[in-house]
């Protein structure tokens, strides 16, 4: 193996390897805000609905009924 071919075979591992950290990375988020979201009240839920709607509307500069 020529060091060039080495550099590159450490260079894909390495892309390889951070790949999987990210995937990794965003796999335990999504667990912890599918965790969050299943234990808050219905009435929480239902201020992050208000909340997630008046932003929404503040976003694109129009207002829902």
Same mark, same amino acid.
């Not at 009240?41 to 709607?53: A, I, N, V």
């Not at 976003?59 to 207002?63: F, I, K, P, V």
């Given at each position: 193996m020529?060091?060039?071919e080495a550099t590159n075979?450490?260079?894909a591992l390495d892309?390889?390897?951070r790949r999987h950290l990210e995937h990794e990375q965003r796999a !335990?988020?999504?667990r912890r805000m599918a965790d969050y979201? !299943?234990?808050l009240?219905? !009435?929480?839920?239902?201020?992050?609905?208000?909340?997630? !709607?008046f932003s929404e509307s503040e976003?694109?500069?129009?207002?829902r009924p």
């Open positions: 020529t060091r060039n075979l450490a260079d892309v390889l390897v !335990e988020l999504d979201y !299943e234990k009240t219905d !009435e929480e839920m239902s201020d992050q609905r208000l909340w997630g !709607e976003m694109t500069g129009s207002r």
